[in-house]
């Protein structure tokens, strides 16, 4: 069983900076595919940012270049730097982890960008 919390969320102007962290429990956190999701009002649940166990990463096109994700398993963490925010970041944004059929969400944090 793995429990995820996100946190770093806030309210921010366009072209600024924040960093959201996923903190999970469990010891064998190095071993699970952890995503970052985002979801913005009247609209579908997108993927924005994936880190594997080997540490390897994928990234929407609409953040490419201005968001980065990081894991420290010592830490047993997972962050997302996203720089030159824009309003179209806003969104809920969610930690997901996954390791073969083992899913685990955690409950989301507001990114609110204004213009």
């Known amino acids: 069983q793995v429990q995820l919390v996100e946190s770093g969320g806030g309210l921010v102007q366009a072209g600024g900076s924040l960093r959201l962290s996923c903190a999970a429990s469990?010891?064998?956190?190095?071993?699970?595919?952890i995503d970052w999701y985002r979801q913005a009002p009247g609209k579908q649940r997108e993927l924005v940012a994936e880190?594997?166990?080997?540490?390897?990463?994928n990234y929407a096109d609409s953040v490419k270049g201005r968001f980065t994700i990081s894991r420290d398993n010592a830490k047993n963490t997972v962050y997302l730097q996203m720089n030159s925010l824009k309003p179209e970041d806003t969104a809920v944004y969610y930690c997901?982890?996954?390791?073969?059929?083992?899913?685990?969400w955690g409950q989301g944090t507001q990114v609110t960008v204004s213009s």
């Open positions: 997901f982890a996954s390791y073969r059929t083992s899913t685990y």
């Open positions: 880190i594997n166990s080997a540490g390897l990463t």
């Open positions: 469990g010891s064998t956190f190095s071993i699970y595919i």
